[in-house]
């Protein structure tokens, strides 16, 4: 058992197009799944709808009990929001404790305030807070309420490179046995933080699995493409690795691909971007391929000619290259895929 919810809503604003949600996810206990999807695919609306926010069509249960029709408070659900939602008034340790006042089961409020590094800010107040303090405080309240129910939209959002990465980890460490929700466009948060993904587009779950069924078995370009693979025109590799006449676009993870000087694909370095853990060589291979999206389409639906490596030793810009692909690594997508 544990969170159902299977919602339609409908959002309208004056002067722009209704926008629908049409959405079901299952979330076991003890798990965390987190909705990945890029900005505008209705990921927080869904969050919100679930929460009780948004009227609705459908139902949300939790333990096969369903909860429609009560008001968010009734819902046992804790909301952790991006913008924190801390009341300025208060001290840290009353924001921490502040939803204990109505429950009689709940948990240690300077116990979870310690849990979170942040035990030494009791007395302080939110405005005097960075970031990722104000965060973790608002984990510490949501937590303080032994919700069944963890929903957390995009917490990590707004906070700094090193101050994610920190609190990331002290999140996977928090939810690890807590049924939580979590909403996020970053793909590095969502693997180090969900036992399972449903990939958001335009409203509606396009894809659910493991991080491993996401990221390395794509169901869709869109989904490759938004999780990091190459998204390739298929004719850009048909003879180097044998595709069948009937593929239409290749996807791979930049870790599969090799420079191998002995490798089938060839090509030209267009450009050597240093990342922090890796170096990442865009190629640009040697075809001529009209590709219907490209590099201008955010989710490479139409296929690319160009293949993204990460390597330890870079050649230069301007370096020809040869390069291979275990077949085995590709994900093929036709005209009926």
Same mark, same amino acid.
């Given at each position: 058992m544990g969170l159902h919810a299977d919602v339609s809503a409908t959002f309208a604003a004056d002067g722009a197009e209704a926008f629908v949600v049409d959405a079901a996810i299952e979330v076991e206990r003890g798990e965390s799944l987190v909705v990945l999807g890029p900005s505008g695919s209705g990921k927080t609306l869904l969050l919100e709808t679930i929460a009780?926010?948004? +009227?609705?069509?459908?139902? $949300?249960?939790? !333990? #096969?009990?369903?909860?429609?029709?009560?008001?968010?408070e009734r819902r046992d659900f804790g909301f952790v929001f991006q913008d924190y939602a801390l009341f300025p008034h208060l001290t840290v340790l009353e924001n921490a404790a502040y939803g204990t006042r109505y429950r009689d089961d709940h948990g240690d409020p300077e116990a979870l305030l310690a849990?979170?590094?942040?035990?030494?800010?009791?007395?302080?107040?939110?405005?005097?807070?960075?970031?990722?303090?104000?965060?973790?405080?608002?984990?510490?309240?949501?937590?303080?309420?032994?919700?069944?129910v963890m929903l957390l939209d995009e917490p990590l959002a707004a906070l700094d490179v090193p101050t994610r990465q920190a609190l990331r980890d002290d999140l996977a460490t928090v939810l690890d046995d807590v049924t939580a929700v979590y909403v996020t466009?970053?793909?590095?948060?969502?693997?180090?933080? +969900?036992?399972?993904?449903? $990939?958001?587009? !335009? #409203?509606?779950?396009?894809?659910?699995g493991t991080p491993e069924d996401v990221f390395e078995r794509p169901d869709s370009p869109m989904v490759a493409a938004f999780t990091g693979s190459n998204v390739v025109a298929a004719d850009a590799l048909r003879e180097a690795v044998d595709l069948s006449p009937d593929a239409t676009t290749v996807a791979v993870r930049p870790e599969h691909v090799c420079i191998d000087a002995d490798g089938p694909i060839t090509g030209e370095v267009a450009r050597v971007v240093r990342e922090d853990a890796a170096v990442r060589v865009l190629v640009d291979l040697d075809v001529a391929v009209p590709a219907a999206g490209g590099r201008a389409d955010p989710f490479g639906e139409g296929g690319d000619t160009r293949l993204s490596v990460f390597v330890a030793d870079p050649p230069a810009a301007g370096d020809r290259v040869r390069l291979s692909v275990p077949r085995d690594r590709l994900t093929v997508y036709t005209d009926e895929t």
């Open positions: 009780g926010f948004h +009227a609705h069509d459908g139902t $949300v249960s939790l !333990d #096969g009990e369903a909860l429609d029709g009560r008001p968010p849990e979170l590094g942040v035990a030494d800010l009791a007395d302080r107040y939110p405005p005097t807070l960075s970031g990722g303090e104000k965060q973790r405080v608002a984990l510490a309240r949501a937590l303080a309420v032994r919700p069944e466009h970053n793909r590095t948060t969502a693997r180090a933080v +969900a036992d399972r993904i449903a $990939v958001m587009r !335009d #409203g509606h779950i396009v894809q659910t």
